[in-house]
């Protein structure tokens, strides 16, 4: 009973982190705030930003990862309580964008953590990451 | 009793990597320093592997919120380096991107100063007045972020008569808001009583501190490069340069509210002065060995970017100077003698885009003629710093 009402929540209202990898440009930070406000509204889907992991269920990540800030991209995902899902958001996340091959930074999220959603785009639509967090919500179901 | 505390890389109050170490006195700061890099992603290294027409796509990726202003830095250095007269229409629609471009970032930045107050639905308004500002930008680019607008010669897409109207229209809606803003910054009590006397710079510490931007025109110093120095077209278009002389974060509010009504009407003068002719005229590939220093005003304060070509396709040295590397000092000034609620708001002042700044810095003798960095010993150098970075905490058991 309880794990239902437990699991039923958490489709209801996931909370999500926002965490910048470092190695981006702040587009993608920006749009991700964008969805939130009052023209795409995405707390309409029961989604909240939160400002510490361990309130998260979700993590959106955007940026690829920097070598400086690797450990402290770990730590913050350890922080995250189970379940736990990753969503990679923007170009930078997925592979590294135009910063490919740099010397100081990683390609691509998914090579230091799990990812379930990846959000294509550079920066990408607001849309479309509305469109990943259902998707993703669909799945858990 | 003095003790120490930091805050970050990762921290609500901070939307992006950077950390603050301050040693307080009670709720009092007396010292702050602060810790960069973690944004570092070797943009300069990267720009001298491209040739110039890829650079344009990579500067564009310096900042997410001032994107034009990283492009149109770099492209004006280069069409004088390749000594090249770009199209009149070009110019103009360029400067039309760059003033709608530096209404969205204030409108943003407003919002922020209202929530880091505790003024949320300040915060929700003027983001909805935002994205009024990024349709027109979709209008004309297609893009919401990064508008790929500028190219050698000009500008890659033109603005009809259709899209004109349009512009004109959503101004008007910007405008109403943008009055009614004005009003709640000289007259809301809680909103003047949060802002007021909060990180105060004076007139002498900016300009000692090389402030820049916003920062600094709130401090009483009239200084911005679109009068000082004027690129584009900004010699032919009326404006004033608007500043404050309270010296605190209420005045670099009433600074950029004031800008708002300013680029509105710039936007005006040049949708109903818009030349005719080509947009975009054609330049050449490769670009004669020489060196340039290019300057623009950016939504934060001034932009500079340094390039050495060499003959070849591709630039030598690309160097980026960004307003918020420029602001660091003053606000470590700000911040001193301040109180720990104050940080948000204080280090959002400066509108930092931390990204931008995130430079890498050798420093060598001098006097020995300095060294060229090659990649191999950049991957090296930061191969050896990641694995310095303390481990203790990682295999640390969560209570969960
Ligand atoms: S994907 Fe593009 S917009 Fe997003 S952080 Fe990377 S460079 Fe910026």
Redesign the pocket.
């Known amino acids: 009973m309880i794990e239902r009402l437990v699991h039923w929540s958490r489709v209801k209202s996931p909370w999500v982190l926002h965490l910048n990898a470092g190695g981006?440009?702040?587009?993608?930070d920006i749009e991700i705030l964008a969805a939130l406000m009052p023209r795409f509204d995405l707390e309409r889907f029961g989604v909240q930003l939160k400002g510490t992991p361990r309130h998260a269920d979700v993590m959106i990540c955007?940026?690829?990862i920097t070598l400086q800030n690797r450990d402290r991209v770990l730590r913050v995902y350890e922080q995250v309580p189970e379940p736990k899902f990753g969503v990679a958001a923007?170009?930078?996340?997925r592979a590294g964008?135009?910063y490919r091959g740099s010397y100081h930074t990683l390609v691509g999220i998914d090579q230091l953590l799990p990812v379930n959603a990846y959000v294509p785009?550079?920066?990408f639509r607001p849309a479309a990451l509305i469109d990943a967090v259902v998707k993703l919500l669909n799945s858990v179901k | 009793m003095e003790y120490k505390v930091s805050l970050g890389p990762q921290h609500p109050a901070l939307h992006e990597a950077i950390s603050l170490r301050m040693t307080l006195d009670g709720e009092v700061i007396r010292d702050a320093d602060l810790k960069l890099g973690y944004s570092h992603r070797g943009i300069e290294k990267l720009a001298e592997e491209r040739s110039y027409i890829q650079n344009i796509y990579l500067t564009e990726?310096i900042c997410?919120i001032c994107s034009h202003s990283h492009t149109t830095c770099f492209t004006q250095g280069v069409e004088q380096l390749m000594e090249l007269v770009p199209a009149r229409r070009g110019l103009y629609i360029r400067t039309l991107i760059a003033e709608l471009e530096r209404v969205h970032s204030h409108l943003l930045w407003l919002g922020v100063a209202g929530q880091e107050s505790g003024f949320e639905s300040f915060f929700m308004y003027t983001w909805r007045d935002r994205e009024v500002v990024l349709d027109i930008l979709e209008w004309i680019s297609g893009n919401r972020?990064?508008y790929a607008m500028n190219t050698f010669g000009g500008v890659r897409r033109d603005v009809d008569e259709l899209q004109k109207k349009k512009i004109l229209d959503s101004l008007g809606l910007l405008k109403k808001r943008t009055d009614y803003y004005l009003n709640l910054a000289a007259s809301e009590p809680t909103f003047v009583g949060r802002l007021a006397g909060v990180g105060k710079l004076s007139r002498q510490q900016a300009i000692d501190l090389c402030a820049v931007g916003p920062t600094l025109r709130a401090s009483g110093v009239p200084m911005d490069v679109r009068k000082d120095d004027p690129y584009a077209v900004y010699d032919e278009i009326p404006f004033e340069v608007s500043t404050a002389d309270s010296c605190d974060v209420l005045g670099r509010a009433v600074v950029r509210v004031k800008e708002l009504i300013q680029s509105y009407h710039i936007i005006e003068y040049i949708l109903n002065n818009l030349p005719a002719g080509p947009f975009k005229v054609k330049a050449p590939r490769k670009v004669k060995p020489n060196e340039v220093y290019s300057r623009y005003e950016a939504p934060r304060g001034e932009n500079v970017h340094y390039i050495r070509s060499n003959g070849s396709e591709k630039p030598e040295r690309l160097k980026v100077r960004a307003p918020t590397l420029a602001n660091y000092p003053a606000t470590i000034a700000m911040l001193k003698n301040g109180f720990i609620a104050d940080i948000p708001l204080i280090f959002a002042a400066i509108d930092p885009c931390i990204c931008c700044a995130e430079r890498l810095v050798q420093l060598d003798d001098v006097r020995g003629g300095g060294r060229v960095l090659r990649f191999s010993e950049l991957r090296a150098m930061a191969n050896e710093r990641a694995k310095k970075i303390d481990y203790t905490k990682k295999d640390i058991a969560w209570p969960f």
């Open positions: 981006g440009c702040n587009g993608c955007t940026g690829a923007g170009a930078c996340a964008c135009v785009g550079c920066p | 990726r997410g972020v990064h």
